[in-house]
């Protein structure tokens, strides 16, 4: 004869453990997801979408500044109102007195760029090289990692 008790007993046992052992592997599962997709590059912060920025005549103005966790890279696309207009982005992290981590990138009258960023403080700045007129600019950051 079956004792029902102990069938009982063995059943919530197997569920408790079930559900003890399930949880940490549901944990561990979503964090290999994320870090999956960091080390494929697609996860994917818009930091500035459609920002219009208007400089001076040979002058500059921040787009954004934004904190990088990983390494990757930003896409900056637009337009704007000078053949002469540039994107200088800055890496505080790789230059803590706030060199440039990356040359002026010619961005004229609009522009597709990707350049690469590592993790730490990054501020990406649309210049004018127009020493007679103004210029405005309309710019899209997107960060990937």
Do not use: C, R, W
């Amino acid at each position: 004869m079956v004792n029902l008790k102990s069938s009982y007993y063995l059943i919530i046992g197997l569920l408790v453990g079930l559900i003890v052992a399930g949880i940490p592997a549901y944990y561990f599962y979503s964090q290999y997801q994320a870090y999956s997709k960091v080390s494929q590059l697609s996860n994917t912060v818009l930091e500035a979408a459609a920002t219009t920025v208007n400089t001076p005549a040979g002058g500059e103005a921040q787009v954004v500044v934004f904190h990088a966790n990983y390494p990757g890279y930003i896409l900056i696309t637009g337009t704007s109102t000078t053949t002469t207009g540039y994107i200088e982005v800055q890496d505080y992290m790789t230059n803590p007195s706030g060199g440039y981590f990356n040359p002026k990138e010619n961005f004229g009258t609009g522009a597709t760029l990707i350049i690469p960023v590592l993790p730490g403080t990054i501020g990406v700045y649309f210049g004018n090289n127009n020493f007679l007129n103004g210029a405005t600019a309309t710019i899209t950051v997107t960060y990937y990692y």
